[in-house]
């Protein structure tokens, strides 16, 4: 066997200190959390007592859906046309009003306006009371999903680095508990569905966190809601999570959303051209073990393997 290059090593290496050194950069660029929205978010009533009257934001400005972009497990994202803008549409069926009314709720929290945080823009129920939809409105970017990005591109090691430092900024602010906003408190957030389905990049390749449909905030003295640990996407359930031995603690949930960052950087670095040589076809992590649609059972199997790892 061929040993591998030294710097697959050099590789492999850089990206484990990553994420800390992310962290400590996040204190030193916190402050410019508050950029300005281009509008600001539209009120939604937290009942459902039918068709609500128009929103004054969208109500009275036309909104185009232009071209399906993505579909998924609570809906599809359309791109759409707000006045001289595109944005982002994701249109919920009513029967995942609980996802659209937690995505909503996490977006308008104080503090959550930050560049690594898909920008929010409004929310409205469209229909009548027997055929409502209920779409959320947020920036549109062209490039998509870390996920596409990758599986049509590779990248230069200056660029991985890019995008895993933005990726970790997003998640590290995420996780703070930041008291004394202007607009409030703003709590500790665990996302609870890190992939690279949920990384939105820039034109700069600057990444953004998104979909925050299972998201769980921690408020001191206030229940965190739905804990139920076995929540997410099979491939990026931390081991603890596929054994059901999650203690619902903060912390446990924090820890839960690193690793599955961990398996995107993964990702990043098996697109990286920075090591000699070819770089392979993009995949999925542990899919060349267990394929593309795993079942917990299979995600158990792999993640209990003596040497449990992935190659770089």
Same mark, same amino acid.
């Given at each position: 066997?061929?040993?591998?290059?030294?710097?697959?090593?050099?590789?492999?290496?850089?990206?484990?200190?990553?994420?800390?050194?992310?962290?400590?950069?996040?204190?030193?660029?916190?402050?410019?959390?508050?950029?300005?929205?281009?509008?600001?978010?539209?009120?939604?009533?937290?009942?459902?007592?039918?068709?609500?009257?128009?929103?004054?934001?969208?109500?009275?400005?036309?909104?185009?859906?232009?071209?399906?972009?993505?579909?998924?497990?609570?809906?599809?994202?359309?791109?759409?046309?707000?006045?001289?803008?595109?944005?982002?549409?994701?249109?919920?069926?009513?029967?995942?009003?609980?996802?659209?009314?937690?995505?909503?709720?996490?977006?308008?929290?104080?503090?959550?306006?930050?560049?690594?945080?898909?920008?929010?823009?409004?929310?409205?129920?469209?229909?009548?009371?027997?055929?409502?939809?209920?779409?959320?409105?947020?920036?549109?970017?062209?490039?998509?999903?870390?996920?596409?990005?990758?599986?049509?591109?590779?990248?230069?090691?200056?660029?991985?680095?890019?995008? *895993?430092?933005?990726?970790?900024? /997003? !998640? #590290?602010?995420?996780? @703070?508990?930041?008291?004394?906003?202007? +607009?409030? &408190?703003?709590?500790?957030?665990?996302?609870?569905?890190?992939?690279?389905?949920?990384?939105?990049?820039?034109?700069?390749?600057? *990444?953004?966190?998104?979909?925050? /449909? !299972? #998201?769980?905030?921690? @408020?001191?003295?206030?229940?965190?809601? +739905?804990? &139920?640990?076995?929540?997410?996407?099979?491939?990026?359930?931390?081991?603890?999570?596929?054994?059901?031995?999650?203690?619902?603690?903060?912390?446990?949930?924090?820890?839960?959303?690193?690793?599955?960052?961990?398996?995107?950087?993964?990702?990043?670095?098996?697109?990286?051209?920075?090591?000699?040589?070819?770089?392979?076809?993009?995949?999925?992590?542990?899919?060349?073990?267990?394929?593309?649609?795993?079942?917990?059972?299979?995600?158990?199997?792999?993640?209990?393997?003596?040497?449990?790892?992935?190659?770089?």
């Amino acid at each position: 066997v061929t040993p591998k290059p030294p710097y697959y090593n050099i590789l492999l290496y850089s990206l484990v200190p990553l994420m800390l050194i992310a962290g400590i950069v996040i204190c030193a660029f916190w402050v410019y959390r508050h950029h300005k929205m281009a509008y600001p978010p539209v009120l939604v009533p937290t009942q459902d007592p039918g068709p609500p009257p128009p929103s004054p934001l969208l109500g009275l400005k036309p909104l185009q859906l232009l071209e399906v972009k993505a579909r998924g497990r609570f809906g599809c994202v359309w791109k759409a046309q707000l006045l001289n803008e595109y944005v982002a549409v994701k249109i919920f069926p009513i029967q995942d009003k609980q996802s659209w009314q937690n995505e909503y709720e996490v977006y308008s929290l104080p503090g959550m306006k930050h560049e690594n945080i898909l920008q929010f823009i409004g929310a409205e129920k469209r229909g009548t009371s027997v055929d409502v939809d209920l779409w959320l409105i947020t920036a549109f970017h062209e490039k998509g999903s870390l996920s596409d990005f990758l599986k049509a591109n590779v990248v230069s090691w200056n660029e991985l680095c890019h995008i *895993a430092e933005t990726m970790a900024r /997003g !998640l #590290a602010y995420l996780h @703070e508990d930041i008291p004394g906003l202007k +607009d409030g &408190h703003k709590p500790a957030i665990s996302h609870r569905d890190i992939k690279s389905k949920n990384v939105l990049l820039k034109n700069n390749l600057t *990444a953004c966190i998104a979909d925050f /449909g !299972l #998201a769980l905030k921690f @408020e001191a003295g206030k229940s965190a809601g +739905d804990t &139920h640990g076995q929540v997410g996407t099979r491939r990026y359930m931390a081991p603890e999570v596929l054994e059901g031995a999650i203690n619902f603690q903060r912390d446990a949930f924090l820890r839960i959303d690193m690793y599955a960052m961990g398996l995107v950087l993964w990702e990043l670095a098996s697109r990286c051209t920075a090591a000699d040589g070819p770089v392979d076809e993009y995949m999925l992590p542990f899919e060349e073990e267990i394929g593309q649609h795993p079942s917990l059972e299979d995600m158990e199997w792999q993640c209990s393997k003596p040497g449990y790892q992935l190659d770089v």
